[in-house]
């Protein structure tokens, strides 16, 4: 997958890059960048929004949007929060085994409109 780039505020610019790419990186580096624990608590730039929307940065317009779309909410918020702390603590390897089940979770055939 290629780089992609979106702006932000002002003249700064942000990767997208999907997680497992940004998950092969901290596995090499040992750690996670900055840009991806800010990113991680993002739902647009999340792994449950990259697994809900199918690709990272996809537009949602809140949280709710989201997490509806998974068979059990309550288990993709657990392993959202867990994937998200993994991140910012620099914890690698539980930040992997998270990613790989969030990849796996059941969606929804259609979400209802709320």
């Known amino acids: 997958m290629h780089r992609l780039r979106r702006r932000e505020s002002g003249a700064s610019m942000t990767t997208l890059l999907t ?7 901290a596995a090499e580096a040992g750690h996670y960048t900055k840009e991806d624990k800010e990113l991680v608590s993002h739902w647009p730039s999340c792994a449950l929004g990259e697994r809900a929307n199918g690709s990272i940065g996809e537009p949602a317009s809140d949280m709710g949007e989201t997490v509806r779309r ?18 910012r603590h620099d914890d690698v390897p539980g930040a992997l085994r998270e990613y790989r089940r969030i990849r796996r979770l059941k969606m929804k055939a259609k979400v209802a409109p709320q």
């Open 19 to 25: 997680w497992k790419q940004r998950n092969a990186a």
């Open 70 to 87: 998974f068979a059990s909410i309550e288990t993709a918020m657990d392993m959202g929060h867990r994937f998200e702390a993994a991140v």
